[in-house]
């Protein structure tokens, strides 16, 4: 049997397809768009070679610095909502009898709608004269919002309706981790936290909390890369407007890329964006990620 | 999965007094919770009946008659129905050729002895960090060169690719974790290496494939930026991106563009009822290994 | 099961083919553009040239199926009556796409060597970018056989499609930018038709007190917006091309003005102005929720086909205090490596014939490039306003953000304008800003 499973013929045949594939179709497009980031290359010119240009423009790029500053917006934001809002969600529906099913599977209902479609329902929903603005035109509000319009303050406040819509849209999957996390730990365990005269507040804090803390390092990193890659909710909400107030790497790559045909000035932001993946993987695992316990 | 699905069952076994007053306070919220999460869809769902001036001027109540105009618009102007059939040739294809793929490698590394096994993997697994941004224009710009931008074929590759990460990573674990007697038994009844991959671990795997098929596809069913980067044929465009660019030149006609929106969703709501348990706890389960 | 498996190595086998090819075609060096232009072409249409027929392709901005735009429905029109009139010989193909992906789709096409036969473009810069790769090819050739260039108004509307002498692309029409406005709003609120920029303001304050919505414009899209800069401009008397080539700087002073009437005026813009798309900000102006809307004639063929009801109402008048005119004509390019320049040029031939330039006034209330002669009753009232101003005005000139060295550029004007708009920028600080851009990317 060892001598079949060190077949030589028989490993490559099973490996070459994926190795291949993901060779061809990832690993060379990658190195090609790090060389693309040091070019000249628009469109239908071939690529010519200039150096670190693109990377200078990319620090006197306005739309640039908005799309940086909105990313870590995003990224903070869901990676300390989701740990919030997944966690509350997660110990109530931990703590109820009937119905958990019900509304587990009502929370979770838009991870699994396309955000394209739920981008667009919302964009309508927040818009000037539409949804949100007509109820409270109802209620008397005169000077309804303009939710997705706004250009004022730092962080403006369609990035915040933008932000809460990918809260609602995603949160059901943190809860998922974190109730799955909560159930795998042992009835003993909390037991004993009970006769030893817990209340149900402590046991959450000494024993959940700690037992799931290698969960919240997978779900931050699900929820922090997710949110680098953020497009479609932005592209179908605001397009990046109004004057790209709202544009994120994501969206400005796919700006400059397939609308300006600056490829080698997008591949740049590309590179940007990987590296930001990276180094945000790396950190929440050395940061978050501690012993796992045993249960 | 199985400790997920089995946990879910599991009864509650915190409160051992009746509905007390903080339980009542916790269903107002998980249902006040719940309505934030149905309205919405509901209010889109409601209006996609009415005609535009219907939605400025009674936008909260039923509609008055009730009519699929709007639906058959959205449907044929919007090539909604072609871009149903586009996404599930894609996804469908995508599904079963990573499912393959990422099986067969998975196998590869978990079962087969040679020394570079947990070396292949790491490289697999670099992929999962790896979005899809970043590989758009090099990929873009040579399939444009051979032919393959604006055909299907040319997003179900990459969609293969970027799914094989998480397939390989799933379904290794299956495969070490199947007892070694098994092999050897087949071995022994002169199965040779792809009759056991074929007739023992996938079938023994089903539980991995179903959740990164699962993944898989909802993923790629989902997916924008790549379809909509790739495809400029009206008739070959996936459902998100056809939905995407109908709203440019229908900007105003808003019970449409709602007609529109229930279409594209509407398919995924009837599997996800259906098979709501199963797929939460497959796609959770996907995660927590993820 | 041997079958099955069978039939997924095949698969995989064919999949890795195609890849493969990928790879070496990519690092074998990729100047095949012209070499596969052809052969992809026959392959874009189903290959049915094999019966004698000659298959060309037409790429357009709009979907034909479901626009309600009367110019693009007129497209539609020729298309059909070219394949009819010329069946068993010539036939024609569209690929249509949306206007904000169409640049992105053409350009694919291109890269790919599938260059469609002929092409639609706007003149400027992004004309320029396919007559200097050598992706358009020059016309004259087909013009100035049977008589077909002496069929237009005049030489002069060649002059943004010339490049080195040579004709690049045919126009088909041309649409001017006006202030469209509601005139029953007008005689309500006792406003006239301004004349210059403080009866402009005027008008304006008269609307807003009696409880209208002056204007209504889209700074989400912002070529809407910097159009009415534009104008300011023209009033301010500023020069592109003195601008490109430094011996005049954004700076001066002009610019800052421009800024300041543009702030003067955003008191008059309804209120999700700073978000609101063109087609939203139009609907605004045809549902009469807004008096004034400034936009270019193509306009009127969308405002028609929406709300027929709006016709009467809509009066046009210039743009206060500028004696010329903002233009632009749709333009068709043939591609340089079409296989059958002859269908080509008979296409684009059908688009400025009588029939189509009849349609093109008296349907699409665009003004027409040939000397056609059509029904004035018949075409929209609108268009009627607008020949007038048209020929009261002297001469005409390209949309700002076309007229600049590079898309870029122009981009860069537009979300500088809305900048001005939303505050977060004061007018000198737009000046400088354009002045540096201009420095950086511009000048040489």
């Keep these: 049997m060892d001598k079949m499973l060190r077949n030589k013929k028989a490993i490559i045949l099973f490996m070459l397809p994926a190795f291949l594939l993901f060779t061809l179709v990832l690993f060379i497009p990658i190195v090609q768009s790090v060389y693309y980031s040091f070019c000249d290359y628009k469109g239908i010119t071939e690529p010519v070679y200039v150096g670190l240009k693109n990377y200078k423009t990319l620090l006197s790029d306005k739309t640039f610095g908005i799309a940086l500053k909105n990313s870590m917006f995003f990224l903070i934001f869901s990676c300390v909502s989701q740990l919030i809002v997944g966690l509350i969600f997660a110990a109530l529906l931990t703590n109820i009898k009937k119905g958990r099913n019900a509304f587990k599977n009502i929370i979770y209902l838009p991870c699994v709608l396309s955000s394209a479609a739920l981008g667009l329902m919302w964009m309508f929903i927040f818009s000037p004269k539409l949804g949100i603005n007509q109820l409270l035109e109802k209620c008397g509000v005169e000077e309804a919002p303009l939710w997705l319009m706004d250009t004022k303050g730092y962080i403006i406040l369609p990035m915040w309706v933008i932000a809460f819509v990918s809260l609602w849209q995603y949160v059901g999957q943190s809860m998922m981790l974190y109730m799955a996390q909560i159930s795998g730990i042992s009835k003993s365990l909390m037991e004993a936290s009970y006769i030893d005269g817990c209340t149900k507040a402590q046991t959450f804090r000494y024993i959940t909390l700690p037992l799931i803390k290698p969960m919240v390092a997978t779900a931050m990193s699900l929820n922090a890369i997710g949110s680098l890659k953020f497009f479609d909710l932005i592209f179908n909400m605001t397009e990046g407007g109004p004057n790209h107030k709202t544009e994120v790497l994501a969206t400005h790559l796919y700006q400059q890329g397939f609308k300006y045909f600056k490829y080698g000035y997008a591949s740049a932001i590309g590179v940007v964006l990987l590296i930001l993946c990276l180094l945000v993987t790396l950190f929440i695992n050395k940061v978050v990620k501690t012993e796992q316990y045993e249960m | 999965m199985s400790s997920t699905r089995s946990a879910i069952a599991e009864p509650d076994f915190s409160s051992k007094k009746k509905t007390s007053g903080i339980q009542i306070v916790i269903y107002v919220f998980l249902v006040l919770i719940s309505i934030t999460y149905i309205l919405p869809l509901l209010w889109v769902f409601n209006v996609s009946f009415k005609t535009n001036k219907e939605i400025f001027t009674s936008p909260f109540s039923l509609p008055e008659n009730i009519t699929f105009d709007n639906f058959s618009f959205a449907w044929t102007a919007g090539r909604l129905g072609t871009a149903t059939l586009n996404s599930f040739i894609v996804c469908a294809v995508a599904l079963i050729l990573s499912m393959l793929i990422g099986s067969m490698a998975a196998f590869g590394i978990a079962r087969l002895r040679w020394k570079g096994a947990k070396l292949a993997m790491t490289y697999f697994l670099t992929g999962m960090m790896i979005p899809i941004h970043c590989v758009l224009i090099p990929l873009f710009t040579r399939f444009a060169k051979i032919g393959l931008s604006n055909s299907l074929l040319g997003i179900i590759i990459p969609y293969v690719t970027f799914s094989l990460p998480i397939t390989i990573f799933i379904m290794t674990g299956f495969f070490k974790g199947m007892p070694n007697e098994l092999i050897e038994c087949a071995c022994i009844e002169g199965a040779n290496i792809f009759q056991i991959f074929m007739k023992i671990c996938l079938p023994l795997g089903k539980t991995g494939l179903c959740v990164t098929g699962l993944m898989t596809f909802i993923g790629n069913w989902n997916e924008l930026l790549l379809a909509m980067v790739f495809i400029s044929d009206d008739a070959k465009k996936t459902l998100p991106v056809a939905l995407s660019k109908f709203v440019g030149p229908y900007n105003t006609n808003y019970s449409q563009m709602f007609a529109a929106i229930i279409i594209a969703i509407i398919p995924t709501i009837v599997v996800y009822c259906l098979f709501s348990n199963q797929i939460v706890d497959g796609l959770t389960a996907g995660a927590v290994k993820g | ?444």
Aim: aromatic residues 12%; hydrophobic residues 35%.
């Design chain 3, 1 to 444: 099961m041997k079958k099955r498996r069978l039939l997924a190595t095949l698969m995989t086998a064919a999949m890795f083919a195609t890849t493969l090819t990928g790879c070496g075609g990519s690092s074998g060096g990729s100047s095949n553009n012209s070499g596969s232009g052809s052969s992809a072409t026959t392959n874009n249409n189903g290959g049915g040239s094999s019966d004698g027929v000659q298959e060309i392709t037409w790429m357009f901005w709009d979907d034909l199926n479901a626009t309600e735009d009367k110019i693009s429905l007129g497209y539609k029109d020729t298309i059909e009556r070219f394949n009819k009139d010329f069946e068993g010989k010539y036939h024609v193909t569209p690929i249509t796409t949306n206007l904000e992906e169409y640049y992105n789709n053409l350009n694919a096409h291109v890269s790919a060597g599938e260059t469609p036969d002929v092409f639609i473009v706007s003149p400027g810069p992004q004309l320029t970018d396919y007559v200097e790769p050598g992706v358009a090819a020059p016309l004259d050739e087909y013009l100035n056989k049977d008589g077909w260039k002496d069929t237009f108004k005049s030489d002069a509307v060649f002059t943004q499609q010339t490049y080195d002498g040579k004709i690049y692309a045919v126009p088909l029409n041309t649409a001017a930018a006006c202030c469209f406005y509601n005139t029953e709003m007008f005689e309500k609120a006792g406003a006239s038709v301004p004349k210059n920029w403080d009866e402009m303001i005027t008008a304006c304050d008269k609307l807003k007190a009696a409880g209208y919505t002056p204007v209504t414009i889209s700074a989400g899209t912002a070529w809407c917006l910097s159009m009415v800069a534009g104008y300011l401009c023209e009033a301010e008397g500023v020069s592109l091309p003195k601008l490109a080539d430094g011996s005049a700087s954004w700076e001066d002073g002009k610019l800052e003005s421009v800024g300041n009437k543009l702030l003067q005026f955003s008191e008059y813009f309804q209120r999700t102005a700073a978000g609101d798309t063109n087609d939203v900000a139009t609907a605004n102006f045809y549902n009469e929720e807004a008096a004034i809307l400034i936009q270019g004639s193509w306009v009127i063929g969308q405002m028609n086909g929406a709300n027929p009801e709006f016709e009467s109402k809509c009066g046009v008048f210039q743009f206060p205090g500028v004696e010329r005119l903002i233009a632009k004509s749709d333009s068709l390019c043939m591609s340089s490596t079409t296989k059958y320049p002859e269908a080509s040029a008979a296409l684009i031939k059908y688009f400025t014939d009588d029939t189509a330039q009849k349609y093109t006034a008296e349907v699409g209330g665009k003004i027409p490039v040939t000397n056609v002669k059509y029904d004035e009753s018949v075409a929209p009232k609108q268009l009627s306003y607008v020949m007038d101003i048209f020929g009261k005005a002297k001469g005409t000139f390209g949309f700002y953000n076309e007229s600049m060295p590079t898309t870029e550029t122009g981009a860069h004007f537009d979300d500088t304008m809305v900048a001005v708009f939303l505050k977060d920028m004061t007018p000198a600080e737009a000046a400088k800003d354009m002045e540096d851009y201009y420095k950086a990317n511009c000048r040489k």
